[in-house]
Nanobody, 119 residues
Framework: QVQLVESGGGLVQAGGSLRLSCTVS????????MGWYRQAPGKQRELVAT???????NYADSVKGRFTISRDNAKNTVYLQMDSLTPEDTAVYYC?????????????WGQGTQVTVSS
């Protein structure tokens, strides 16, 4: 089994910054793409950013230029640096990780961390 634990959420004023962390533990063999999704009240969960084991990144248009995803493979941790935050970034942020075992893909999620941006 694979466990993901997020940290770093909280309350911040518009224009401020937060850094989220997500550490993977358990059977971490062949963890590949990791990423962050978010879900605001009354809205569907949406992609924020992803990063492959090799460091290739992908961002939602709404966060490009403001958010930076990175990872430390030695620490099995993925980060999301969030700058220039706006109230529209308020959501529960979820960490996700893909694992490939014997040709099958398994997707894991963290429990989520709340990010609230006040105007």
């Amino acid at each position: 089994q694979v466990q993901l634990v997020e940290s770093g959420g909280g309350l911040v004023q518009a224009g401020g910054s937060l850094r989220l962390s997500c550490t993977v533990s358990g059977n971490i063999f062949r963890i590949n793409t990791m990423g962050w999704y978010r879900q605001a009240p009354g809205k569907q969960r949406e992609l924020v950013a992803t990063i492959t084991r090799g460091g290739s990144t992908n961002y939602a248009d709404s966060v490009k230029g403001r958010f930076t995803i990175s990872r430390d493979n030695a620490k099995n941790t993925v980060y999301l640096q969030m700058d220039s935050l706006t109230p529209e970034d308020t959501a529960v942020y979820y960490c996700t990780a893909d694992q490939y075992v014997l040709g099958s893909r398994y997707n894991y999620w963290g429990q989520g961390t709340q990010v609230t941006v006040s105007s």
